[in-house]
């Protein structure tokens, strides 16, 4: 299928599309007209890289994620990946800690000033 079959099938921007292949996310074959062709499996991956993007992991640590993925969705057991995963989830973790206290600190902020 061609760049705007897959764009449309996937809800996914074709410049998106162009990003994840050139980041190495997602792969096609050159037509002689120089059309990127894009085979069914396509479609799957498109949408595992979204959800990944969703979870909050960046594209470097997805390529390494993404050969792990299973078609439902799920992610197989892959060495090293677990590890990379739990990181960053503890990462996530530090920065909602972070963005908890910033929120409570502003509505103090809020409040004080509201008082004046």
Do not use: F
């Amino acid at each position: 299928m061609l760049i705007g079959q897959l764009a449309r099938r996937t809800e996914t921007s074709e410049r998106l599309l162009r990003y994840y292949e050139r980041v190495g996310l997602l792969t096609s074959e050159r037509q002689a007209n120089g059309y990127r062709e894009y085979d069914d499996s396509a479609v799957q991956t498109v949408r595992q890289i979204r959800a990944l993007l969703a979870s909050g992991l960046p594209t470097a640590l997805i390529k390494q994620v993404l050969p792990c993925a299973a078609n439902d969705g799920s992610l197989r057991p892959c060495p090293g990946v677990l590890e990379k995963l739990r990181s960053r989830l503890q990462q996530l973790d530090e920065r909602a800690s972070e963005l908890a206290l910033a929120r409570q600190t502003l509505q103090h902020a809020i409040a004080t000033t509201e008082r004046t």
